[in-house]
């Protein structure tokens, strides 16, 4: 029998200091339960006369998430890649929460620490939140916060995490504004509702998802969840987030923090794109869905599986040159590099001026140009497919 989140006034009595909405109360969940199949490869390419880093990284959690598969992938220039993104999968009396965090920043002690307490500060968070709501179910109609409340529960985290690892750090960690910052997803599997908060104007989430539209309109629809631009602060344009005036009156108190907060109903075979400025600069969100799409489509309906054809690297007896490159190549040149739906976006990203990709006036630009905006800054994409119905039964 699979662990519950005991959500009841005693156990967090039991607890000293657990009504901190800190990593403290937080503990008592097991993360990454029954995630499966992962798969992370280091490579390198090179674009023009610069040496590029990717990592890639698929993962399959277990049935119940509402989650079917989700995919990572990060192109760097002239070192290697460094991951900043969290993921948690914790079971619930009535099914999962799954968290997602990515986290960027210029300052590896600030990724750390928020890649070591993102996740767990807004699971804790959530918990005392979804708490409450459940010792008052015999006095309520509803025992669920609403989303409102999730968005500002995120976004109040955020800032106090930002605030209270600053503080503590003696400068090591530095907070938002001079960052590129930080997003979270928070995905209900019962209630089918995902919730994004973020503290940076650099990360873009987009779902796309499947329409009965006609042949000649486009099958899949764009919905921007975290914008990415300055409407979606909080502080300048609270209704756009649609976080409500006690989130507006949450970021006020915490100015040095630029909030951002929305959510959505997932609907069976949707997905989600959350990508850093480098990508959203070089693919229109409707170009990203589409290449997500056609994707999807190619590695099948399911995509159920990592591919499984990777050739495994044996070092041979006799060191030399060409057995060192070899496997490196090789692993280049594996369908299991395409089998990743976000390092396929990248490639596209990379080589889009080298290709017809954009329509109209766009595709005029000097693709010299084009390429330099993206060469020299970090590539992230993460996608997270969600799970037809059939697939959870």
């Known amino acids: 029998m699979r662990p519950e989140i005991h959500l009841d006034a005693g156990e967090r009595k039991q607890h000293p200091g657990s009504e901190s909405r800190s990593c ?127 968005q500002t529960t995120l976004s109040a985290t955020l800032a106090q995490l930002e605030e209270e690892l600053s503080a503590n750090s003696c400068g090591a960690v530095t907070p938002s504004a001079s960052e590129p910052g930080n997003l979270v997803l928070f995905y209900d599997s019962k209630a089918r509702q995902l919730h994004a908060s973020s503290t940076t104007s650099g990360l873009k989430a987009v779902l796309g998802r499947r329409t009965q539209s006609s042949v000649e309109q486009s099958p899949w629809d764009t919905m921007p969840l975290i ?20 989130a507006t009156r949450m970021a006020s108190d915490h100015s040095s923090v630029s909030l951002a907060a929305s959510s959505v109903s997932i609907l069976p075979g949707d997905f989600l794109v959350v990508g850093s400025t480098s990508l959203w600069s070089k693919l229109s969100d409707d170009q990203v869905v589409k290449t997500v799409a056609r994707h999807q489509t ?18 041979s007896s006799t060191p030399s040159p060409e057995g060192f490159f070899r496997p490196i190549t090789e692993l280049i040149s594996r369908p299991l590099s395409t089998a990743n739906a976000a390092e396929s976006l990248i490639h596209h990203a990379l080589h889009s001026s080298k290709s017809d990709t954009r329509e109209g006036v766009q595709a005029t630009l000097d693709s010299r140009q084009q390429s ?12 997270i497919y969600f799970s037809d119905d059939s697939a959870e039964s």
Not at 55 to 60: E, G, H, K, L, P
Not at 227 to 240: D, F, M, Q
Not at 303 to 309: A, G, K, M, V, Y
């Open 372 to 383: 330099q905006h993206v060469v020299g800054d970090d590539i992230t994409a993460l996608i």
């Open 24 to 150: 403290r109360n937080s503990t008592r969940y097991p993360s990454n339960v029954g995630a499966s199949n992962v798969q992370q490869h280091f490579f390198f390419g090179r674009n023009g006369n610069n040496r590029l880093y990717y990592t890639a990284q698929s993962n399959i959690p277990v049935n119940g998430t509402g989650i079917s598969r989700y995919d990572f992938a990060q192109a760097t220039r002239g070192r290697k890649a460094s991951v900043s993104h969290n993921e948690a999968f914790t079971p619930t009396p009535s099914g999962f929460w799954s968290f997602f965090a990515l986290i960027e920043s210029a300052s590896k002690q600030s990724a750390k620490a928020f890649a070591d307490n993102l996740v767990l500060a807004v699971a804790g968070a959530l918990a005392d939140l979804y708490s409450k709501f459940h010792e008052q179910s015999h006095l309520t109609v509803s025992a669920s916060p609403t989303d409102e409340e999730i």
């Open 298 to 315: 190619q590695q099948g309906a399911s995509l159920s599986r990592i591919s499984q054809d990777m050739i495994p690297w044996i070092p």
């Open 227 to 246: 914008s990415g631009s300055a409407s979606t602060i909080l502080r300048s344009s609270p209704s756009v987030s649609g976080a409500g005036d006690n």
